[in-house]
Nanobody, 118 residues
Framework: QVQIVESGGGLVQPGGSLRLSCVAS????????MAWFRQGPGKEREVVAW??????????RDMMKGRVTISRDNAKDTVSVYLEMNSLNPEDTAVYYC?????????WGQGTQVTVSS
């Protein structure tokens, strides 16, 4: 079945770094552009960054540019998508999710919580 599993979140101090990972399987994720999304407390889900199906192109939310790097590995049956985040600040606190960049979305994973606090 289609499954997306995110990991790598945690509690980090302002200015710190985290590397998030996502493993997606069960459908042709390797042919899809993939994205990281986040949903902060009381906020709607928003795109953070996306990467083309072959990893050749990336794009970032303006407020994240220069602080995050998205990448991916396409294996035979799974796709791994990574988000390297630096210079984190409290406004980055959110649950982070991975999915295809466009609708219809695959079933969402549980996400991974990122909390930036001193």
């Amino acid at each position: 079945q289609v499954q997306i599993v995110e990991s790598g979140g945690g509690l980090v101090q302002p200015g710190g770094s985290l590397r998030l990972s996502c493993v997606a399987s069960g459908m042709a994720f390797s042919s899809l552009a993939m994205a990281w999304f986040r949903q902060g407390p009381g906020k709607e889900r928003e795109v953070v960054a996306w990467v083309s199906h072959n990893g050749a192109s990336t794009n970032y939310r303006d407020m994240m540019k220069g602080r995050v790097t998205i990448s991916r590995d396409n294996a035979k049956d799974t796709v791994s998508v990574y988000l390297e985040m630096n210079s984190l600040n409290p406004e980055d606190t959110a649950v982070y999710y991975c999915n295809g960049v466009a609708t219809p979305f695959a079933p969402w994973g549980q996400g991974t919580q990122v909390t930036v606090s001193s």
